[in-house]
């Protein structure tokens, strides 16, 4: 494998058709070589593969990340090794592609706030064994004016966005595509539904220091 | 009945984890992550020299995830750890 600086490879990408050729098979042979390796390492839940279908996996998506770099040379902006850059799009390839994968029957439909998923009467909370029930009944109490909260504070997209990534850990990623935006938004608008949550909490005598003794583990 | 207390632990560890999470966005921090990524495999800290990215990864499993991967990656890399899968 000859080792090219970064103007070569840029070149030779560029270049003409068998000198790129031989360019891309290269690229994508070391893209593949890296992607295979997270994947197989470092990927638990994908140890039920063999080492054949984790093969092909790579291959696929070594394919696929060739040609998202070529789509996107104009934009390196030679502050890395060209390799590295293009491992780091190799990587988001791999695991968006192992995220939709994923999550493929994943829907925000059922995430409203008038859904069970913190139901106004819980009673699930009393069930922590530890808790005296002083204790239980308060945290009750507090569950129960959480999700008036929720409700009240946040709007539906705000809400759905927030039990999809804070309580079902759901990727950005996966939630921002079915709301039909970019991830960058949906961080941006996580933050601020969090600000709005905890502003409008403190005015509920419900405190950052009060909510994090009460359900201190 | 205890994953109800779970998802709420959650919840709230999430609105009310003290993290800075306005520093940087998703698109700023995975901007700079491979020149960051090559520092890092060679041995700077991330935590030392750009606190902030640090801070993003903290709070954002997204790009956590593909940090770690493409460090991982890197790193394998540097130590002859990449070889040709065979078929
Ligand atoms: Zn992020």
Redesign the pocket.
């Known amino acids: 494998m000859i080792d090219r600086t970064n103007e070569q490879w840029l070149a030779e990408l560029t270049g003409p058709p068998d000198v790129q050729a031989l360019a891309l098979e290269e690229l994508r042979g070391r893209l593949q070589r890296g992607i295979f390796y997270y994947l197989s390492r470092e990927r638990s839940d994908l140890a039920d593969l063999s080492s054949s279908e984790i093969t092909q996996m790579a291959e696929d998506l070594a394919q696929d990340a060739t040609l998202r770099v070529m789509e996107n040379l104009d934009s390196f902006r030679g502050d890395s090794r060209f390799t590295t850059w293009a491992t780091k799009i190799a990587v988001r390839v791999a695991i968006s592609d192992l995220r939709r994968a994923r999550y493929k029957d994943f829907s925000l439909d059922n995430l409203t706030a008038d859904g069970d998923l913190l139901p106004a009467n819980a009673t699930g909370v009393t069930g922590t064994p530890e808790l005296g029930p002083e204790d239980a009944t308060e945290r009750d109490d507090v569950m129960q004016r959480i999700t008036a909260a929720l409700k009240d504070a946040l709007t539906e997209r705000q809400y759905q966005a927030l039990v999809a990534v804070a309580v079902q850990d759901v990727p ?1 990623e996966i939630v921002a595509e079915r709301m039909g935006t970019n ?1 960058n938004a949906l ?1 941006k608008l996580l933050h601020d539904a969090r600000r709005k949550l905890r502003t409008y909490m403190e005015t509920q005598g419900l405190s950052t220091q009060y909510m994090m003794n009460l359900f201190q583990d | 009945m205890g994953i109800q207390d779970e998802q709420l632990r959650k919840l709230i560890d999430h609105i009310f984890d003290s993290h800075q999470d306005d520093v940087l ?2 698109d700023s ?2 901007c700079q992550l491979e020149c960051l990524a090559e520092k890092v495999a060679g041995g700077a800290s991330l935590r030392e020299m750009w606190p902030e990215v640090e801070a ?1 990864l903290m709070c ?1 499993r ?2 956590r995830e593909e940090w770690q991967a493409l460090l991982c990656i890197l790193r394998a890399e540097s130590n002859g750890q990449l070889s040709t899968p065979e078929k």
């Open positions: 950005l991830r961080y | 966005d998703c921090c995975g993003h954002c997204d790009c």
